[in-house]
């Protein structure tokens, strides 16, 4: 007999360790500030459209394919508003048994705001973190800050945690989250559900089932209530109250209404499903090459055409040209230029370093001899392992 209710609590536990570390690890993050986007460690700059792009489509088609395959099971066992909602619903309770077996009844309410009032503050932190370096955070939150536009996010999203999980909780779910009703159009007939079947009338009317839900629903209506979160809990009721009978439980999971139950059961695979893994793996595939051919250092060299050349009192030809560099690598970085296929050029560039993060624009010239008679001329100029082909101008006869 499986225990559901102990793996998700396990689960619950294992997400709330990862919602803790991602934005302190910089594992997912979106740095408002420095116009960051974290992912996997990497440092990707907003104007890199080519990972972001690959990015956003890969963790999309990755909720659309968790949900073709298992149905409202992130909602159970992976979102943080129903882990919250469910762990502030237990801390109640808790507190109050605890108090009404000592007498102290009135005081749990009272117990239970003041440590919901901490855990919001903590929680709003945790999640003000994903858009704004922790560090950073940590000042406001130590300088009690309220009139930066950081401080008023932190104060609203610690006011709003608290509301949230006091008041709202699972109504969320069904007020609010577009999830649900997403999952109305992706789910389809193999797609995973919990559903009761009773063929031979086994139900003994114990109502244990609609006890247990923490949505507050009765299983037994329809396996499409929009409410229900594939939790489980029912089935663990079901099947421990018909244990005590010598009896199988009523509630499952099962691939589709009329699928098999899913325990010693694959999920019938159609074209549908074929083409979601194919899409979630070719984005996959896109981003681990658009991560693995990155430059860390950006350059970005243009001529300066509003003077097409200069002559110089030393009688060289002169073509000026600006630069944009970007270190978005996590190591300190110098960028020397030089220009190749050139005769005689000269270079007025000195070398630029660049911390970690660090961004830099200039202009340098690049100058020829006398005597040149090409009124265009290709060659290369090379900055930081790029090579930027670039043309250079000079009067069609000599100088
Ligand atoms: S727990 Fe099982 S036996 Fe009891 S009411 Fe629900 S379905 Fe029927
Ligand atoms: S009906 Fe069962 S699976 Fe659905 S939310 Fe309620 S307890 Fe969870």
Not at 332 to 359: E, K, M, N
Not at 370 to 376: I, K
Request: aromatic letters at 12%; proline letters at 6%; a positive charge.
């Amino acid at each position: 007999m499986a225990n559901w209710h102990r793996l998700r609590k396990r689960v619950h536990l294992l997400c709330f360790a990862i919602f803790l570390a991602l934005p302190f690890l910089n594992v997912v993050r979106f740095d408002i500030p420095r116009e960051r986007f974290y992912f996997a460690g990497q440092e990707l700059w907003i104007g890199e459209f080519v990972v972001v792009f690959f990015t956003l489509m890969f963790l999309l088609f990755l909720v659309i394919a968790f949900s073709v395959f298992y149905g409202r099971v992130y909602c159970g066992y992976l979102c943080p508003q129903m882990i919250f909602s469910e762990a502030s619903v237990a801390l109640e309770s808790r507190l109050r048994k605890f108090c009404m077996r000592r007498g102290y009844g009135p005081a749990a309410r009272a117990a239970f705001y003041v440590i919901l009032a901490a855990a919001s503050v903590f929680l709003a932190f945790v999640f003000i973190a994903y858009f704004v370096p922790p560090r950073d955070l940590i000042h406001r939150l130590l300088s009690l800050d309220v009139r930066t536009a950081g401080g008023i996010a932190g104060a609203t999203v610690t006011v709003l945690t608290f509301l949230d999980f006091s008041l709202v909780r699972q109504r969320f779910c069904t007020a609010a989250c577009p999830y649900g009703y997403l999952q109305g159009m992706l789910g389809d007939r193999h797609t995973l559900l919990v559903h009761y079947r009773d063929p031979e009338h086994a139900c003994i009317e114990c109502k244990k089932c609609v006890r247990v839900c923490p949505m507050g629903i009765d299983i037994r209506q329809s396996p499409f209530q929009i409410e229900c979160i594939h939790c489980a809990e029912c089935i663990d009721a079901c099947d421990e109250i018909l244990a005590r009978l010598k009896k199988p439980g009523l509630i499952h999971y099962v691939w589709g209404e009329h699928g098999p139950v899913a325990a010693g059961h694959r999920q019938p695979w159609d074209a549908k499903r074929v083409i979601v893994l194919l899409v979630l793996l070719f984005y996959a595939g896109g981003l681990t090459f658009a991560l693995a051919t990155r430059h860390p250092l950006l350059v970005r060299i243009s001529p300066d055409r509003e003077k097409l050349y200069r002559i110089g009192a030393d009688g060289r030809i002169y073509n000026r040209f600006r630069y944009s560099l970007a270190n978005r690598g996590s190591s300190p970085a110098a960028v020397a230029f030089s220009a190749r296929d050139l005769p005689g050029a000269q270079i007025s560039a000195p070398a630029v370093s660049l911390a970690s993060g660090q961004s830099a624009r200039g202009e340098f010239d690049i100058s020829i001899p006398p005597g040149h008679t090409a009124l265009v001329t290709h060659f290369t100029i090379d900055a930081g392992g790029e090579s930027v082909p670039m043309t250079f101008l000079a009067p069609s006869e000599k100088p």
